[in-house]
């Protein structure tokens, strides 16, 4: 085990790093979790069964984070994408789901509208409306005129749509969002169409509202399992009215005509893209 993930977990565990050190060279060595606390206590420091099981789990948790993080080098560096920057920012990540962060914008996907607009040539035109200095936007737009893009209309389309999911891909939008499903996500549930009869028993949460931290666990059980057997629509979601000035703030710079076109990108981008996302990670 590196010296950096003795350091993480002493850190996080309370414990000293000769605690921890000892603690995983014994597991390394095959050792079982009750005979350490048992046996070896003047190795541990008199380390319990429960702490020497989460000192295990935080270095398995460890040793997958390193083979991810290896896996999302070299995916990006074969795409000829992978920069100092960018390395030193992913090997100086110790959080899972920063790391995925940081790697979404280059993890192959499936064709998106983005990926369309790209292929039609819009990325030079979504990057400089996203600059937010242009004034004539429609006369920028009529230089990327094609037979594939016929008009002004659907060139600032296609450049929103890589704007969104720009957006929807940025790891400061992604961690704000998080930290308003946090504070203040509600859960909604309607019934599902024509299954007012089947889903009787589900008939308290047809047209139901409630702030997710205050829904009890035995009611969001019951919520998700109308869900699952196809008898409720449910959506988890913070309020928008709250979430967009947020977002706005950290990526609309002025008010002209490009910083317009940012900012529908930012709400398509939002509802169509970043907050589903999100929302899967608090089901």
């Known amino acids: 085990m590196e010296a950096v993930h003795v350091r993480l977990i002493a850190k996080t565990q309370d414990l000293s790093e000769k605690q921890v050190a000892a603690t995983l060279r014994?597991?390394?060595?095959?050792?079982?979790?009750?005979?350490?606390?048992?046996?070896r206590k003047e190795a541990t420091g008199e380390l319990d069964e429960v702490q020497v099981a989460e000192i295990?789990?935080?270095?398995?948790?460890?040793?997958?984070?390193?083979?991810?993080?290896?896996?999302?080098?070299?995916?990006?560096?074969?795409?000829?994408?992978?920069?100092?920057?960018?390395?030193?920012?992913?090997?100086?990540?110790y959080n899972p789901t920063e790391l995925e962060d940081i790697y979404l914008p280059y993890r192959p996907k499936r064709r998106t509208r983005a990926t369309m607009a790209r292929e039609k040539g819009l990325e030079p035109l979504a990057d400089q409306l996203?600059?937010?200095?242009?004034?004539?936007?429609?006369?920028?737009?009529?230089?990327?005129?094609?037979?594939?893009?016929?008009?002004?209309?659907?060139?600032?389309?296609?450049?929103?749509?890589?704007?969104?999911?720009?957006?929807?891909?940025?790891?400061?939008?992604?961690?704000?969002?998080?930290?308003?499903?946090?504070?203040?996500?509600?859960?909604?549930?309607?019934?599902?169409?024509?299954?007012?009869?089947?889903?009787?028993?589900y008939r308290d949460y047809f047209d139901f509202q409630e702030s997710l931290a205050k829904c009890p666990s035995h009611r969001l059980l019951a919520i998700r399992r109308g869900e699952d057997e196809g008898f409720l629509r449910v959506i988890i979601e913070p309020e928008a009215e709250l979430v967009l000035p947020d977002l706005q703030r950290l990526f609309l710079d002025g008010h002209g005509p490009a910083t317009e076109q940012v900012r529908l990108a930012l709400e398509d981008g939002y509802q169509r893209l970043l907050a589903p996302s999100i929302e899967t990670e608090f089901r």
């Open 26 to 39: 014994l597991l390394e060595e095959g050792a079982t979790i009750p005979f350490i606390a048992r046996y």
């Open 56 to 93: 295990q789990r935080a270095g398995k948790q460890l040793t997958e984070l390193e083979a991810r993080r290896e896996t999302v080098l070299s995916t990006i560096a074969d795409q000829g994408k992978l920069t100092p920057e960018l390395e030193q920012r992913i090997r100086a990540c």
């Open 130 to 201: 996203w600059a937010q200095n242009v004034r004539d936007v429609e006369g920028l737009a009529e230089g990327f005129l094609t037979d594939e893009v016929p008009t002004v209309e659907e060139a600032l389309q296609g450049a929103r749509d890589i704007m969104a999911e720009r957006i929807a891909e940025d790891d400061r939008a992604r961690n704000r969002l998080r930290h308003h499903f946090r504070k203040g996500a509600i859960i909604t549930s309607k019934v599902a169409r024509g299954k007012e009869k089947e889903g009787e028993k």
